[in-house]
Nanobody, 122 residues
Framework: VQLQASGGGLVQPGGSLRLSCTASGRTFSNYAVGWFRQAQGKEREFVVAISRDGDSIYYVDSVKGRFTISRDNAKKGVYLQMNSLEPEDTAVYYC????????????????WGQGTLVTVSS
């Protein structure tokens, strides 16, 4: 499966962005999808994951209550609504897919998109 992440940009603190991850290729509904992010000079970290059917979701504590993930298997898309953005959210955001139920670790995901940059700054 090929993944394309989009929707990043520059936003002021407290603002919102909606990231999209669109897939092509194999049956998208067979794959869990995760979002990871990597800030400059730091290791890539888990942000949120959604199960194949969308019924199970895991968020990292730092984004709970601010970020919301959803998926539309018919459109082969996963969406990350990010509200109340903070400068600490600045990073390149990657979406990843794997033929698993759901996971929070990188090595469970076989397919990765190219990343989209989110910059939170005034």
């Amino acid at each position: 499966v090929q993944l394309q992440a989009s929707g990043g940009g520059l936003v002021q603190p407290g603002g919102s962005l909606r990231l999209s991850c669109t897939a092509s290729g194999r049956t998208f509904s067979n794959y869990a999808v995760g979002w990871f992010r990597q800030a400059q000079g730091k290791e890539r970290e888990f942000v949120v994951a959604i199960s194949r059917d969308g019924d199970s979701i895991y968020y990292v504590d730092s984004v709970k209550g601010r970020f919301t993930i959803s998926r539309d298997n018919a459109k082969k898309g996963v969406y990350l609504q990010m509200n109340s953005l903070e400068p600490e959210d600045t990073a390149v955001y990657y979406c990843a897919a794997g033929p698993i139920f759901i996971a929070t670790v990188e090595d469970r995901y076989a397919f990765w998109g190219q990343g989209t940059l989110v910059t939170v700054s005034s």
